[in-house]
Every structure is written in structure tokens, then in C-alpha cells.
């Protein structure tokens, strides 16, 4: 299990590498391509820019993005344990009529899930796949200044091992919206798991994920913002219920060559989590985006 630390470890170290890199490459590859099928020729490569940087803060754009994102978990007891969570997540826009669009978003977990050592220094644990999460979310296809879309999130118990999932298969209802007026991005992402079938022998599943995001955009696409990930587990007793984030994250849209990219590099401490969970994480994102091209 050390081999899997350490291979955890080195492409950490590469996400920071590449993060570093690309986020202090030359300012000219801001200039991403626009996603809008309307556009002319008339607009400039800044607002073609901005409008990808919108879209890419939407959850339920009509954008096919495919997040690549790194968590790593600090200070979990006993031991001062570090979990690393590397989340792949695509996000794919269809549209079922000329008036809805179906966004699928399905999380992938990858994770090492460090276990209590006796000897000092040294890290156990387990390596694998844990629970994926699809959603589907129906959203209307004409822009508003109000964006929202509402569907089924469903959880499949997919983890290698036990230490990495919850065993069970659930369902629940998601929900997000949004508005974007000038600079700034705010909304918030909802859903509710409940376990609907699985092994008797593993704890029911009622939980909560609520993501309130706000960005503001600054120059040469880069942005600032809050995402922070709240959590309630409704099964556990109210003094370890919740898990509440506090940080922010830096980000930025451009160019790796011809591909655009949202980068991300977010610290986030837990000052209200439940006993022996972790007290920080750091967020890595590469973001690998496919705007629509102009017809």
C-alpha cells in the first residue's frame, strides 16, 4: 500500500507542476475560443473569451467539459492521516427538444483511504474506486438571466472495497441554479441521497450536498471565487452531522496549445466537521473544455 501512497503522492506533485506552469504562461493564451453557434466575426477575441469563461462556471451550460479534480484531505485522526481523492467528472450537454437540454454529470472517484498505522510515519491504507454519482439534470435551452435545471442524482455502489463506498444504491433529487450578472457568477447546487437498496448489513444512506459558488472575474481570465462543498450526513447524531468549508479558490481559463482549460487552486479548512475527519483540503483542477464551434 506504500507503492499506491507514493504513486498518490508523485501525481500530486505533477498537478501542482502542471497547475504552476500553465498558470503563469503567456497572458496572450487567455484568448479561448466562444462557444456560442451565434457568433460573429464582428466580436473580439475578449468577449469570445469571456463567454467561455461564463459557460465554464455553469454547471449546466452547453458545454462538454471534462474536470479532472484532486482533493487532498489533511490532518484526519488518529495519525495525522492525509486522504487523496482525485474526482474525474465529464459534464455532457444534450438537447432533447428545441426547449430542454439534458445535462449529464457523473462523478468518478479515485481514492486512497489512509488507515490508522502503528508504526509512526508511515501511511496504510486502501487504493481504488469508490461510489460514482451520476445526475441528470433538465434544464431549458433559452438563456435567461435566471439558469437553472432540476433531475435525479443517483448513487452506484461501484467502490473496490468497503473502506471506499457506502455500499448502497440511492437515489435522490438535485437541483441548481445560477445568475450572472456582469463579472460575477453566484449560484448553488443541491441534492439528497437516500439508500433504496443494498446489503443489510451496511448503514442506510440520507445525506446532503449543498455547493453555493461565487466568482468574480477578473482580467486575462483569471477569476476568484467560493465554492465550498457543505455536507450533512442525517443518519449521524447532530454534533457530527455536518461538515461546513471555509476558503476560496484562484482560477483561470486559457490555453494549453490549441485546448482550452479551467484551472483551479482552492484551500478550504473545516472549522465545524465531525470528530477525527479532516481539518483542511487542498483542490486541484484541470478542466479540459470543448466549446461548440461556430457554425
Same mark, same amino acid.
Given at each position: ?16 507542476l502542471?497547475?504552476a ?8 493564451? /487567455?484568448?479561448?475560443?466562444?462557444? $456560442? ?12 473569451? *469571456? ?8 454547471? &449546466?451550460a ?19 492521516r ?9 459534464? &455532457?450537454?444534450?438537447a ?5 437540454n ?8 479515485i ?6 498505522s ?12 469508490? *461510489? ?7 434544464s ?9 435545471? %432540476?433531475?435525479p &442524482?443517483?448513487?452506484?455502489? /461501484?467502490?473496490?472495497?468497503? %473502506?471506499?463506498?457506502?455500499g448502497?444504491?440511492?437515489i ?7 445568475v ?18 443494498g446489503p443489510? *448489513?451496511?448503514?442506510d ?17 483569471w ?5 465550498? &462543498? ?22 483561470r ?8 482549460? $479551467? ?5 478550504? %479548512? ?16 484541470v478542466?479540459?473544455?470543448y466549446?461548440?464551434k461556430?457554425?
Open positions: 500500500m506504500a507503492r499506491f501512497y507514493s504513486m498518490k503522492f508523485l501525481s500530486s506533485c505533477f498537478c501542482c502542471l497547475f506552469t500553465t498558470m503563469f504562461s503567456q497572458d496572450n493564451s /487567455t484568448q479561448a475560443s466562444n462557444t $456560442n453557434g451565434a457568433t460573429t466575426q464582428a466580436e473580439s477575441p475578449q468577449s469570445n473569451a *469571456d463567454t467561455l469563461r461564463k459557460e465554464a462556471q455553469n454547471p &449546466i452547453s458545454l462538454v467539459s471534462v474536470p479532472i479534480q484532486n482533493n487532498l484531505n489533511f490532518n484526519i485522526n488518529p495519525g495525522q492525509t486522504q487523496d481523492v482525485l474526482n474525474i467528472q465529464p459534464v &455532457i450537454p444534450v432533447l427538444t428545441k426547449d430542454v439534458l445535462i449529464v454529470r457523473w462523478i468518478t472517484p481514492i486512497w483511504q489512509p488507515f490508522p502503528s508504526t509512526p510515519g508511515t501511511e496504510v491504507g486502501t487504493y481504488g474506486l469508490g *461510489d460514482m454519482q451520476p445526475t441528470f439534470f433538465f431549458p435551452s433559452k438563456p435567461s438571466k435566471l439558469i437553472w435545471g %432540476a433531475g &442524482i443517483f448513487q452506484l455502489p /461501484t467502490a473496490t472495497n468497503k %473502506a471506499l463506498g457506502q448502497k444504491f440511492g435522490g433529487p438535485s437541483f441548481v441554479w445560477l450572472q450578472p456582469g463579472k460575477w457568477t453566484v449560484g448553488t447546487l443541491v441534492n439528497n441521497v437516500w439508500s433504496v437498496a443489510s *448489513d451496511r448503514p444512506v440520507n445525506q446532503m450536498l449543498l455547493q453555493y459558488f461565487i466568482n468574480y472575474n477578473l482580467q486575462k481570465g477569476y476568484v471565487g467560493e465554492m465550498p &462543498i457543505i455536507t450533512a450526513n442525517w443518519q449521524a447524531p447532530n454534533s457530527q452531522r455536518w461538515v461546513v468549508p471555509v476558503g476560496g479558490t484562484l482560477g481559463i486559457m490555453k494549453l496549445g490549441p485546448q482550452p482549460v $479551467n484551472l483551479q487552486l482552492g484551500f478550504y %479548512a473545516n472549522p465545524i466537521r465531525p470528530a477525527n475527519t479532516s481539518s483542511w483540503k487542498m483542490l486541484i483542477q478542466a479540459l473544455l466549446p461548440k461556430p457554425k
